[in-house]
């Protein structure tokens, strides 16, 4: 039943993507957003695209698995893409039916608008699909760090985050458990109203709440007796080390940013499709 | 130097009613000597709520004794500034394999202990491959524990301990909730470890089984030590173990039944071996 | 009231790479009143076998039939069929929610429609069969000890007036004494109540002295379905499975081995203890 969500949607594969520092994703990741809402001209989509395709095919993660992580933003899309396309007034008109109109401006900022969004979710993508949850995690301990020296507590946070990920199966199976121990008392989780949906949460949230208590306890005690006690003093058994490929990766993102930057700014040619 | 030593060991705790004020107090462990030796085996039996996980806690500084003293290789578990000391130099493996693995990848559970000591990289590495070797888990190093049977996590959770180095091994009834096959891959993975390292081992128990080749055997009922001895000893005396809600190894009743029966059988049969060769002396 | 399974497969996942075939070709009749043990190590197929019982899961294909009816056609009532066949999980006290025991152990005749009286003169009916004490009645259920709870919960499913107790491990981390009041107290509720009783267990030892036929699964399959001493005298086999008979079985088999005219089909100590007194004095 519930056991088919699956959470942090790793591809195993090897790969140079694969093998980067977490940092770099994460940080190239973000410049590559960025570089999205940049620039608005098609030879700035037409970098982006190589840029964003050659990476893909580096990762060695098929293009069917990373298109259908678009699959749950679809709807959005769709909205934003429709809103963009009617509602926009300025431009030449181009086709005008009763009340809808749709101009020149409009479908350009519609098709860009729905470019930039799947290139966003695309780009996320590949980095989550290439990072384990916990190496991703890593990656935001240490970018983060620095916020330490304002009283942030980075490392109980990320111990925190990478915790939750070793629990969540357990917890989706334990709720998977009981859902079934209390259907065998003859529990009805599924017809009536809203408000007796709600009530009959109750018996699968009490013991799961009290399970999850009781894990947190148990497990509290057991880092404890393995002397955990902070961030402090802590050394890393895979400490984040930057190489060659990892500053490659930077260098090779970087001189993307500049070349959007510069198409955006100083190519002077704006030719539109239409 | 006893490697676990406890005088006089007193542990309270307060018993509240519903608005949580309280109403008295709890004695868990009521007056508990024990002594470890060095590179021993011994195992502590007891029922459930017999006191014998709280005295567990205790050689691991999770609990401080409320009266008496407990030394852990001859430092005292109540001086705040020994805590971690302590914690060292006796591990700690507990009952719900899920609930003390913390790490998402079995390797990096390993080294979870050694990265809280302050362990250098290339050293951790070390300890971890020679740890997962020690328990036979080497070659699932890269997997998620979800993936694991119970038997195999409790395994890991050992080799995080071992990693650490202990002295002592504290197994707080390790295969409680494990299939009899897990049990038994347990308790060989202890054995072994014993054969290997020069350590310590402390294993709490309600399975009888377990224990026949423990060095010595402590029995607690209500929060005392109420039988101590060799295994030998300890299950020569079936009757008293019963009034402790234990059990015996099925050789041993059998032995018992057959005393009482009247044949001429030597007390605190423990292996089948054992009773079978007694029994043909006597045919 | 008996179950029948006709040629019942179950595969997990079907169509993906996780694609198992938990059970597989089972076909199995259990009458009333009958007490059987099913053994099998984890992942024998055991668990998803009795989840089959009350319609939780659903075959693949075969039929089930219970009381001659086959619960697959449509329109079968299973609401009703799940207050027949009554399921405790493991550790099924982790089931437990309400505020006290007593409202706890309502919440099955509740769900089958039942005044609040009915409900709790049946909860604590099925409270005393299972030997709780009547002090604890009031009592929040996260408060009692392991056992105590254990036969709350347990109690929560026979409130329902179940005809056939399907349990799952019941003695599942109790203490040897614990173990052996829930077993009497099971076998005292088989002998009183003509209830089907259906025992999940991987200890062998456990079960030999209280069922009359085990089924042993294994690789989700059914290997043998007899009466103990039969499935015993497999115990070679039973052993390359990962399972192992009654410790018993092997010291009557050692003293055979060594010349002894012992017969080698004892299950219980009592037993053993007379077939060599019997040797002794022939």
């Known amino acids: 039943m519930i056991r088919d969500i699956t959470i942090g949607q790793y591809y195993p594969a090897k790969s140079v993507i694969h093998r980067l520092d977490p940092r770099v994703k994460i940080v190239c990741t973000l410049l590559f957003l960025i570089s999205l809402f940049l620039q608005n001209s098609i030879l700035g989509y037409v970098i982006a695209t190589l840029f964003l395709g050659a990476v893909i095919c580096a990762s060695r993660v098929?293009?069917?698995?990373?298109?259908?992580?678009?699959?749950?933003?679809?709807?959005?899309?769709?909205?934003?893409?429709?809103?963009?396309?009617?509602?926009?007034?300025e431009g030449s008109e181009l086709i005008h039916i009763w009340i809808f109109r749709i101009t020149d401006k409009g479908l350009r900022i519609a098709v860009y608008m729905a470019i930039r969004l799947t290139y966003l979710i695309m780009g996320s993508s590949i980095m989550t699909f290439t990072t384990t949850p916990n190496s991703l995690t890593d990656g935001i301990e240490k970018l983060l760090h620095p916020l330490n020296k304002i009283k942030v507590p980075v490392h109980e946070v990320a111990m925190m985050m990478s915790i939750a990920l070793r629990f969540i199966p357990i917890l989706l199976e334990e709720t998977d458990k009981i859902m079934k121990a209390q259907i065998a008392r003859g529990a009805d989780l599924e017809s009536g109203n809203i408000i007796q949906k709600a009530k009959a949460m109750i018996p699968i949230l009490v013991p799961l709440f009290v399970s999850a208590f009781r894990r947190a306890n148990d497990l509290a005690m057991a880092m404890e007796a393995r002397c955990y006690r902070g961030g402090d003093g802590r050394t890393k058994m895979k400490p984040l080390v930057y190489h060659g490929r990892d500053r490659a990766a930077y260098v090779v993102t970087v001189a993307y940013m500049v070349l959007i930057f510069c198409v955006g700014r100083y190519v002077p040619f704006h030719i539109w499709i239409f | 130097m006893d490697m676990i030593q406890s005088e006089e060991l007193i542990f309270e705790y307060e018993k509240r009613d519903e608005e949580g004020n309280v109403i008295g107090m709890n004695r868990a462990i009521d007056g508990v000597d024990i002594h470890v030796s060095p590179g021993e085996f011994v195992a502590i039996l007891g029922h459930n709520g017999s006191g014998k996980s709280t005295?567990?806690?205790?050689?691991?500084?999770?609990?401080?004794?409320?009266?008496?003293?407990?030394?852990?290789?001859?430092?005292?578990?109540?001086?705040?500034?020994?805590?971690?000391?302590?914690?060292?130099?006796?591990?700690?493996?507990?009952?719900?394999?899920?609930?003390?693995?913390?790490?998402?990848?079995?390797?990096?559970?390993?080294?979870?202990?050694?990265?809280?000591?302050?362990?250098?990289?290339?050293e951790i590495w070390k300890r971890v491959e020679d740890s997962?070797?020690?328990?036979?888990?080497?070659e699932y190093r890269s997997n998620s524990p979800n993936k694991l049977s119970g038997g195999q996590k409790q395994r890991v959770?050992?080799?995080?301990?071992?990693?650490?180095?202990?002295?002592?091994?504290?197994?707080?009834?390790?295969?409680?909730?494990?299939?009899?096959?897990?049990?038994?891959?347990?308790?060989?993975?202890?054995?072994?470890?014993?054969?290997?390292?020069?350590?310590?081992?402390?294993?709490?128990?309600?399975?009888?089984?377990?224990?026949?080749?423990?060095?010595?055997?402590?029995?607690?009922?209500?929060?005392?030590?109420?039988?101590?001895?060799?295994?030998?000893?300890?299950?020569?005396?079936?009757?008293?173990?019963?009034?402790?809600?234990?059990?015996?190894?099925?050789?041993?009743?059998?032995?018992?039944?057959?005393?009482?029966?009247?044949?001429?059988?030597?007390?605190?049969?423990l292996r089948t071996q054992e009773l079978v060769e007694a029994l043909c002396q006597l045919s | 009231m008996s179950i029948k399974l006709e040629h019942i497969n179950y595969i997990y996942s079907p169509g993906t790479a996780y694609e198992k075939q938990a059970l597989k070709d089972i076909s199995l009749e259990i009458k009333q009143g009958e007490f059987v043990g099913i053994i099998g190590h984890t992942g024998s197929g055991k668990s998803t076998l009795i989840q089959h019982f009350n319609g939780l899961m659903k075959a693949t294909s075969g039929a089930l039939y219970y009381d001659g009816k086959n619960i697959y056609e449509t329109g079968y009532n299973m609401k009703e069929l799940r207050s027949q066949v009554g399921l405790v999980f493991q550790y099924p006290e982790h089931q437990l929610f309400e505020v006290d025991v007593i409202s706890d152990v309502c919440f099955g005749p509740k769900n089958q429609g039942l005044s609040q009286e009915e409900c709790e003169k049946r909860a604590k009916e099925a409270l005393e069969l299972v030997g709780f004490?009547?002090?604890?009645?009031?009592?929040?259920?996260?408060?009692?000890?392991?056992?105590?709870?254990?036969?709350?919960?347990?109690?929560g499913v026979l409130a329902?007036?179940?005809?056939?107790?399907?349990?799952?491990?019941?003695?599942?981390?109790?203490?040897?004494?614990?173990?052996?009041?829930?077993?009497?107290?099971?076998?005292?509720?088989?002998?009183?109540?003509?209830?089907?009783?259906?025992?999940v267990s991987h200890s062998m030892e456990d079960i030999a002295r209280y069922v009359d036929r085990i089924i042993v699964m294994n690789h989700g399959e059914k290997m043998f379905d007899d009466v103990p001493k039969a499935v015993f005298a497999h115990y070679r086999e039973l052993e390359k499975v990962g399972l192992a008979a009654p410790q018993v079985t092997y010291i009557m088999h050692a003293l055979k081995a060594h010349g002894m005219d012992v017969h080698t089909d004892a299950t219980t100590v009592e037993e053993a203890a007379e077939e060599i007194m019997r040797s002794f004095h022939d």
Request: charged share 25%; glycine share 8%; hydrophobic share 40%.
């Open chain 1, 62 to 89: 098929p293009l069917k698995f990373i298109v259908k992580g678009l699959k749950p933003v679809i709807m959005l899309l769709m909205i934003t893409v429709l809103f963009n396309l009617f509602l926009t007034r």
């Open chain 2, 55 to 122: 005295l567990a806690k205790h050689m691991n500084a999770i609990l401080v004794p409320t009266g008496g003293t407990m030394w852990v290789n001859g430092r005292d578990t109540k001086e705040p500034a020994e805590l971690w000391n302590v914690r060292q130099s006796a591990g700690m493996v507990f009952q719900n394999p899920d609930n003390q693995i913390i790490g998402t990848v079995v390797e990096e559970d390993v080294g979870f202990g050694p990265e809280n000591l302050g362990v250098p990289t290339d």
């Open chain 2, 132 to 138: 997962l070797k020690a328990v036979g888990m080497l």
């Open chain 2, 157 to 269: 959770a050992i080799a995080g301990v071992i990693a650490m180095e202990p002295q002592c091994i504290v197994l707080d009834e390790p295969t409680a909730m494990l299939d009899p096959n897990g049990r038994k891959e347990v308790i060989r993975t202890i054995q072994e470890l014993r054969k290997k390292k020069q350590v310590t081992v402390i294993l709490i128990t309600h399975y009888m089984e377990e224990v026949i080749d423990a060095d010595k055997v402590y029995v607690m009922d209500s929060g005392h030590v109420v039988m101590h001895g060799t295994p030998k000893e300890i299950f020569s005396q079936v009757d008293l173990l019963k009034k402790y809600r234990l059990d015996v190894p099925q050789v041993t009743m059998l032995a018992e039944e057959l005393r009482k029966k009247g044949l001429d059988l030597p007390k605190g049969i």
């Open chain 3, 133 to 155: 004490p009547e002090k604890y009645y009031k009592q929040s259920p996260f408060e009692l000890s392991g056992g105590q709870k254990r036969r709350a919960a347990i109690a």
């Open chain 3, 160 to 199: 329902m007036r179940p005809k056939v107790l399907v349990l799952d491990e019941p003695t599942a981390g109790l203490d040897p004494r614990g173990r052996d009041e829930i077993l009497d107290q099971i076998e005292y509720l088989h002998k009183n109540t003509n209830m089907t009783v259906i025992l």
